[in-house]
């Protein structure tokens, strides 16, 4: 157990549709990073939070948007839902905001978006 | 264009023998690299990391070489345990600055297989 959290762990939706993925990191975790594991491809980073603020950016659609909250836990909106979003959601916290020696990132058990 | 190349899909393996991962990379920003573990139906697993100042790091059965030169880390498990049976995932996270930001590439993964 990494003790990174998601829910939901499986969540079947229409195209069009929109949904939120959650994350709680590790206790005192301060960075949070959303990843996109689809059949085709391997693990793609998406966008990592530290702290409640955007600190990078990978190849996440524009009609996918993230935040973190206060308490730390993150959020993943994915909008206008396509077939191709299918996939799985990581979610995976480190201690800090990703310096060299701290660049451990610790991974949920994901949720597995299906879009029909 | 996939920066990160393991180019063996999968390995089979005997019980008690070496297992050799391997794991190429293009972009010469990168200088920190993990290797993660990954299970069916769970996250990816942290097993090992390597910066770009040493050329090998141990931990207990697992070994990671990096060749800077050649872009080139391996990792290896010596011996072998059928517990060991998984996807390893190749990563790696670019010197920005002196702060390495948290966005990690990884390669396509190799399935391990360990048979008793």
């Known amino acids: 157990d990494s003790g990174v959290t998601q829910t939901p762990k499986h969540l079947i939706t229409a195209t069009g549709q929109r949904v939120t993925l959650r994350c709680s990191p590790r206790?005192?975790?301060?960075?949070v990073y959303w990843y996109q594991q689809s059949l085709d491809q391997g693990l793609q980073f998406l966008i990592q939070?530290?702290?409640?603020?955007?600190?990078a950016k990978g190849n996440i659609l524009e009609r996918f948007s993230a935040q973190q909250f206060p308490d730390l836990h993150s959020e993943l909106n994915l909008s206008s839902l396509e077939l191709g979003d299918s996939a799985l959601y990581f979610c995976?916290?480190?201690?800090?905001?990703?310096?060299?020696?701290?660049?451990?990132?610790?991974f949920g058990p994901g949720t597995r978006l299906t879009v029909l | 264009d996939q920066q990160v190349k393991q180019n063996s899909p999968s390995l089979s393996v005997q019980e008690g023998r070496i297992s050799i991962l391997n794991c190429d990379y293009t972009?010469?920003?990168?200088?920190?690299f993990l290797w993660y573990k990954k299970y069916p139906a769970e996250g990816p697993t942290f097993l090992i990391s390597?910066?770009?100042?040493?050329d090998k790091n141990e931990d207990g059965r697992f070994t990671v070489f990096l060749n800077k030169s050649a872009k080139h880390l391996s990792l290896h498990i010596v011996p072998s345990q059928p517990g060991d049976s998984a996807v390893y995932f190749c990563?790696?996270?670019?010197?920005?600055?002196?702060?390495?930001?948290?966005?990690?590439?990884f390669g396509q993964g190799t399935i391990l297989t360990v048979h008793p």
């Open positions: 995976a916290s480190s201690a800090r905001g990703g310096e060299r020696i701290y660049n451990e990132q610790f």
């Open positions: 206790s005192g975790d301060l960075s």
């Open positions: 939070y530290y702290n409640g603020e955007e600190r």
């Open positions: 972009n010469s920003m990168f200088d920190y």
């Open positions: 390597i910066s770009s100042i040493k």
């Open positions: 990563a790696a996270a670019p010197n920005a600055g002196g702060t390495s930001y948290g966005k990690l590439t």
